[in-house]
C-alpha cells in the first residue's frame, strides 16, 4: 500500500464545499487530517491537475461544525484560475503542509496582526488562536477596494465569540471602505498610541517591508512570512532562496533578526529561471 | 562540526583539485545561488556542483517538477530551468571560499565554447558537462547518445578552459562505457556516474502522468545499485577519476561507492530528505569508520573491491 | 479466494489468449516445477511464465545468487539456471490446467528454433523470448543490443510455433523502443516490459562484490517508476499488447501499469517479501477499486493515462 | 543507516570460537541475536566470502555461560570446507534465521528424536528443550563410524544435567560405537518395545523416509527435516521444491500428513539446474 503517513507523497482529496469569498477569490474545502493539524503560517503544494501545482496556505473551515482543510485562492493566472474554478467534488492533489508556523512566545500580552489579500489565510488563523488563548490581539486587514475585502465575516464573528468589537480594522487602497491608504499607514497610526510586544505580517512583499521598517522605528519584533517561487517545496530545487535561505524550509516565516540579514527581502527575488528581478514600489 | 569536515583522513585530489572532503553536492539541488553554495560548504560540502547552466536562461517545466516517491526516491523534471550563463557569471563573481564546480549543459560545441570561456575566468575548481539529463529534448541525453557530438563538446570545452572537465554519463540509450571512452578519449579529466533515470509516476486516481512534462529522472535510493554498478565498471575500465553519484543516503552509502572505485561522490536526494547537515553526518560517519579499521586516509579504500 | 480470481470483470485477452485475471508470475521465479505452476494458479495467478529454458541445462552461477536490499527489491544473477528444454519438456508435459508461457532463452535462431517446435506440442499458451537478461554472457541481454540478431531469433521462434510469441526487453545499452520495433516487425504478438537493470552491491565489510557473479540484476520496487516509463513509451508507439513487469507490489502498482498502457502485468520479487497470496490480494484490490469506481472490467483502464 | 532488523538483509559477524567436533565437523561460534531467538529447526544462510553461501541449521552455544549462535559443519565439497577452515576473527556474512520448526503437541509425553550427521544440530536442540520441559525424550544418534559422532560430549552434559542416563543411545554404520547398523534400525527395535507419541528427525533423507515408515507402522507421527539444493532461501528461486512445496518456505520441517503427500521425498530432488535427480538406496 501507498505509505501515506509521509505527507511529503502526493495524495488526492475530494472538494466538499467552495465559498465565495469576494468576486475573485474562493475557498476550496476539502477533508485531510494532516491539514487539519497544521499550524497558521504553513502551506501545502496543491495540484490542479493536469494544470500545475502551486503553494497555498493551510485555512481551516468549520462546516457543520466539523472542522476541515481549505485553501483559499485568488484567481490570477493560469494555475490559481484553474483552482479557483474547481468545484463540489472534484479531486485535487496535495502534499505538505510544509514550512515552520508563526511563534508565540510564552506570556505575549498584545501582538498587531497586519495582512493584505490571501496574506489573511494564516493570519486569521493565527488571530483565532491568539484571541483563544485570551492575548490582546489587533488585526488589520488591507485590500484595494472594499469587494476584496476577505474573511470579514469570519473576523466578526471571531470577535462577537469573544465578546470584542474593535480589535479588527480595515484599509483599502481606494479608500472605499475603512481607512484609506494602507495597511502599514494604519499600523503606524495605531502604533503611535498604542505599545505592542509583536508583530506578525503575510501578505504583498513591499507591505511587509514596511511593517519590517515600523518594527525598527518601534523597536517592536516582527514576523513575516515570504514568498517566493516555489518548485519542490522540499528543499532541493533553490528556486525559493532568499539570500542563503530557503523560504520553503527555513521558512516561510522569519523574524526581525532574519529579516535583517535577508538584504533580499522586499529588494530582490528570483524568477521562475532563477535569474534575479527586483520589486518595485 | 569544523573537526570532521576539516580532518585531513578526509582530504583527496581528483583531477588535480584538493578536496577537504569527497562528499559534493550534485548539479540541480539549491545550485542557482552563491549565497546558498556558501552555506552547503559550510555545512561540511568538500565541493558544490551548481545547476547546469545553459547558454540563454530557461524556466524549466511547469508544476509538477518533482514527485516524491517512499524509498527515499524522487521523479524530477524541473526541465533544467536555470539563470543562463551570463546571470550565472554573475552569481559566482564574488566567490571565493566554495570549491565550486560549475554543470553546463548545451546542444552544440559552440555552446561549450562560450561558456567555457567566460567561465574560465570565474574562480571556479572545474566544470561538469552535462550530456544525460534524460527529460529535457535537444539537451542533456539527446547529446550524450551522440558520440560524434559527445566528442566535438568535450573537446570545444577543454581547449577553451585550463580547468578540470568531468562528463557526466547517464544510463541512456547507448553504451555507458562507449561514451565515457569517447568523452576520455576527447580530453575529459574524469566521469561522473550516473545522472537520473527515465521514470514516470501515475497516479491511479486521475489517470493523470503527476510530472507536468509526464515523464522525469529517478533518483534517490532506488537508483543506487544501478549507480555503484556503473561506477564499478567505469573505475575498472578508466584510469581517470570516477566520481560516483546516485543514492548516496548516508556514509555507508558513500563507502560503497568508493569502494566500487568512485574517487569521490556526489549527492542531492538525500539532502532533500535529511536536511544539509548530511554532508557532516556523512563526512563524520566516514571518519569513524576509518579510524574503527585503522585506514589512514579515505584514498585507500578507492577501488578496494576491484581486486575480488 | 475463488470469487476475485473467477470475476468475469478482471477477464482479459492478450495476443488471443484468454486470461481470467491479468496478474501473471514473472519468469524466473519458482518457475521450473509443474507441482509448483499449479499451486500459483490455484494461489490466483492469471497465469505463469516458467524460469527461461535454454536448449542445454545450466546449473547458473554459484551462490551467493541473491541478494535482498530495504526497499522491497532484490539484485539477482542466478545465471539462468535451468533444466534445459528437454527435461523441462517432461516436466510440463501433465499441463492441463495452468495458462503456462514457456520463456526461452538462447544464443541464436536455431536454439529458438529447436525449443519452440518441440513446446508447441506442449499444452502452453505462449511463448516469451527473453532478450534481456542482464548478467549472462552470450544470452539475455548481449543477444537483445543485436538488432539482426532478434529479428532472426523472433523470425526463427515464429516460423516455429502457432502460439504467440513474446518478446521480453530490458533497460540495456540500445533504445527500448527500437528493439521492440525490431521485434514486433519480425513478428513479436507483444512485448513484455521490463527485466532487471545491471546493478551490484558490494560490502562496506569485506570489499567483496557480494553476488558470485559480482553483477546482477535488480528487481523491485526500485525499478517501478522506470519500467512505468518503458511500459508507457511502448504501448504510446505500439498496438501490440505490452506485458508490463518491475515491481508490482501491491493493486495500487498493478492498476499503474495498467493505466500507464499495460494489457497485464506480471510480478516476482513482491512474491518473494509477502508470499505467494499476493496474486489474489491483488486481484481482490483491483475488483474493489473497479467496483467503486463503477467499471465494468479492468480492460477499461488499460493505457487511460495516454489522452492526459 | 542499514535496515538491520530485515533479517534477509546480510549481516557480517566475526567468529568468537571454533570448536572441533570430529575429524570433519567443526562448530563455528559467533554473536547474533537474531539466531540465538531461533527455533530448532530453522537455518541460516551464511556466506564464506568469497567462495559460497549455504544453508546452514543454526545451533546455540554457551561460552563462559553466555549463549552464542553457531553453525556445525561437516568439510565436503568447496564451500562447506571454506567455511570448516574460518578462524577466530574471520567475518562471515549470514541472512535469517529461514524456516520453520518442530513443533511441540501440548500436553507431549514423549518423543523420539532421530538424527544423524549434521542433522543432530536441530535434533540436539530440541532434546534439551524437550527435557527442559519435562517431557521424556529419547535420542537415537547416528553417525558412520565411532569418530564422526556428533555432541557426545554435549549430550552427555544434557543427560546428567537432568539425572538420566539411558535416553541417548548411539548407532554407527560400521558398529564401531553403541549400536551395530542404522539410526532406523535402532528406532525399530526400541518402537516394538516402547510406545512414542511422536518422532522427530533430521539426517539423510533416506534414514528420514525409514523414519517415516516406522511411523506408518507403528502409527506414530513424524516430522522430519528436509534437505533441497537452496539457492535464495526466500522462496523465489525454487530450486528447493518437492512437488508443490518449497523447502526454504513451507519447511524446512514436514510432518506425516505432508510427507504422505510428498512423493519426491525420498526418492528424487533437484539438482542446480533444477533436473530432477534419484536417491539411490
Ligand atoms: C508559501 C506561499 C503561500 C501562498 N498562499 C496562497 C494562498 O493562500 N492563496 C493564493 O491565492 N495564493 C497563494 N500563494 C500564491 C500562489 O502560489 C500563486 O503564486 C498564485 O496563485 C499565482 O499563480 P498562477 O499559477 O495563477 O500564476 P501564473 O500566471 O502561473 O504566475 C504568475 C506569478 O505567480 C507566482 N507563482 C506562480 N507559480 C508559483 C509557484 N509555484 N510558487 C510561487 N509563486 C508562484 C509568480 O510570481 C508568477 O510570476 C502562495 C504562495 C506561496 C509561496
Ligand atoms: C536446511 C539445510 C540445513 C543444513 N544444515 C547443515 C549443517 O548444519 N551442517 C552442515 O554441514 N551442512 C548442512 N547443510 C548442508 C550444506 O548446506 C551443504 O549442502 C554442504 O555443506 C555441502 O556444501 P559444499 O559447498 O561443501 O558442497 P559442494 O561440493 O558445492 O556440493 C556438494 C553437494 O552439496 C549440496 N549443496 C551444495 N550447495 C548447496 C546449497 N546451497 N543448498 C543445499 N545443498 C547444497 C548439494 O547436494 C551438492 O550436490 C544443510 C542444508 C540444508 C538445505
Ligand atoms: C530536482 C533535481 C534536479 C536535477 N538537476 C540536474 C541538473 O541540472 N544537472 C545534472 O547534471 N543533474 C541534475 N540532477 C541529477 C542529480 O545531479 C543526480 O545525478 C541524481 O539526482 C542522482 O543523485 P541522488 O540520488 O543523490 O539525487 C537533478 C536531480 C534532481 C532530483
Ligand atoms: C531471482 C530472479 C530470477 C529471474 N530469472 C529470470 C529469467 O530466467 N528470465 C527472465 O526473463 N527474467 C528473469 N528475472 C526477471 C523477472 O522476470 C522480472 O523481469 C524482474 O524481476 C522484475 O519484476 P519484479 O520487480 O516483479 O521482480 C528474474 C528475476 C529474479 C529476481
Ligand atoms: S521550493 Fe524548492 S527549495 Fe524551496
Ligand atoms: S531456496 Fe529459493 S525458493 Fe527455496
Same sequence: chains 1, 4.
Avoid at chain 1, 9 to 33: A, C, N, S
Avoid at chain 1, 190 to 199: A, D, H, T
Avoid at chain 2, 87 to 116: R, W
Avoid at chain 2, 264 to 282: E, Y
Amino acid at each position: 500500500m501507498a505509505d501515506h503517513t509521509n505527507t511529503d507523497i502526493l495524495r488526492f482529496v475530494r472538494i466538499k464545499k467552495v465559498i465565495e469569498e469576494t468576486p475573485t477569490i474562493r475557498t476550496i474545502v476539502f477533508e485531510d487530517e494532516y491539514s487539519i493539524a497544521s499550524m497558521p503560517g504553513q502551506f501545502l503544494m496543491v495540484w490542479i491537475p493536469p494544470i500545475e501545482e502551486l503553494p497555498m496556505s493551510v485555512g481551516i473551515e468549520n462546516v457543520e461544525s466539523c472542522k476541515f482543510a481549505a485553501v483559499t485562492v485568488r484567481k490570477y493566472g493560469i494555475g490559481s484560475t484553474a483552482l479557483y474554478h474547481k468545484q463540489v467534488g472534484d479531486l485535487i492533489g496535495i502534499r505538505g503542509p510544509y514550512g515552520n508556523c508563526f511563534s508565540v512566545p510564552e506570556n505575549l500580552r498584545n501582538a498587531l496582526l497586519i495582512g493584505g489579500g490571501t496574506g489573511l489565510v494564516p493570519l486569521v488563523r493565527l488571530f483565532s488562536n491568539l484571541l483563544h488563548d485570551q492575548i490582546q490581539a489587533s488585526l488589520i486587514m488591507g485590500a484595494r477596494t472594499k469587494d476584496e475585502i476577505l474573511f470579514e465575516h469570519k473576523v466578526q464573528e471571531l470577535l462577537a465569540d469573544n465578546n470584542l468589537s474593535d480589535t479588527a480594522a480595515f484599509s483599502t487602497d481606494d479608500g472605499t471602505y475603512g481607512f484609506n491608504g494602507s495597511t502599514v499607514d494604519l499600523a503606524e497610526s495605531i502604533l503611535v498610541s498604542k505599545k505592542f510586544e509583536i508583530m506578525y505580517t503575510c501578505g504583498p512583499e513591499l507591505m511587509m517591508k514596511g511593517v519590517q521598517k515600523l518594527g525598527e522605528r518601534f523597536s517592536i519584533p516582527v514576523e513575516a512570512s515570504l514568498e517566493r517561487y516555489m518548485k519542490c517545496a522540499i528543499g532541493i530545487c533553490g528556486s525559493c532562496c532568499i539570500n542563503d535561505k530557503l523560504v520553503c524550509r527555513d521558512g516561510t516565516i522569519f523574524d526581525s533578526m532574519n529579516l535583517k540579514q535577508l538584504t533580499e527581502f522586499g529588494f530582490s527575488y528570483r524568477d521562475k529561471s532563477g535569474r534575479p528581478s527586483y520589486f518595485v514600489s | 562540526m569544523g573537526l570532521e569536515i576539516e580532518s585531513n583522513m578526509l582530504n583527496l585530489e581528483i583531477a588535480g583539485i584538493s578536496l577537504r572532503n569527497p562528499a559534493i553536492l550534485a548539479s540541480g539541488f539549491l545550485g542557482i545561488s552563491q549565497a546558498i553554495f556558501e552555506r552547503i560548504f559550510d555545512e561540511g560540502a568538500g565541493a558544490v556542483v551548481s545547476k547546469s547552466i545553459s547558454k540563454y536562461p530557461m524556466e524549466g517545466f511547469r508544476n509538477p517538477t518533482v514527485v516524491v516517491l517512499e524509498n527515499k526516491s524522487y521523479i524530477n523534471a524541473v526541465g533544467l530551468s536555470n539563470p543562463g550563463h551570463e546571470s550565472f557569471y554573475e552569481e559566482v563573481s564574488t566567490n571565493d571560499k566554495v570549491p565550486l564546480i560549475v554543470s553546463l549543459v548545451g546542444s552544440d560545441p559552440s555552446d561549450f565554447e562560450v561558456m567555457t570561456k567566460k567561465f574560465n575566468k570565474s574562480r571556479i575548481i572545474g566544470f561538469e558537462i552535462n550530456l544525460s539529463c534524460p527529460h529535457v529534448q535537444k539537451l542533456g541525453m539527446e547529446v550524450g547518445d551522440d558520440p560524434q557530438m559527445v566528442k566535438s563538446i568535450v573537446k570545444a570545452a577543454k581547449s577553451n578552459t585550463t580547468k578540470p572537465v568531468f562528463v557526466k554519463v547517464g544510463i541512456g540509450n547507448t553504451n555507458l562505457i562507449d561514451i565515457s571512452q569517447t568523452a576520455i578519449n576527447a580530453g575529459a579529466d574524469g566521469i561522473t556516474a550516473i545522472n537520473t533515470i527515465r521514470a514516470m509516476k501515475i497516479s491511479i486516481d486521475n489517470f493523470n502522468p503527476i510530472l507536468s512534462n509526464k515523464i522525469g529522472g529517478l533518483s534517490g535510493s532506488s537508483i543506487k545499485p544501478i549507480a555503484i554498478r556503473c561506477v564499478y565498471e567505469l573505475s575498472k575500465k578508466f584510469s581517470v577519476p570516477i566520481i560516483g553519484c546516485g543514492g548516496v543516503s548516508n556514509w555507508e552509502d558513500a563507502l560503497e561507492f568508493m569502494i566500487a572505485g568512485a574517487t569521490s561522490f556526489q549527492l542531492g536526494t538525500a539532502m532533500g530528505f535529511d536536511g544539509m547537515s548530511i554532508f557532516n553526518s556523512i563526512n563524520s560517519g566516514i571518519l569513524k569508520y576509518l579510524k574503527k579499521k585503522g585506514y589512514q586516509s579515505v584514498k585507500e579504500l578507492i577501488g578496494r573491491s576491484h581486486k575480488y
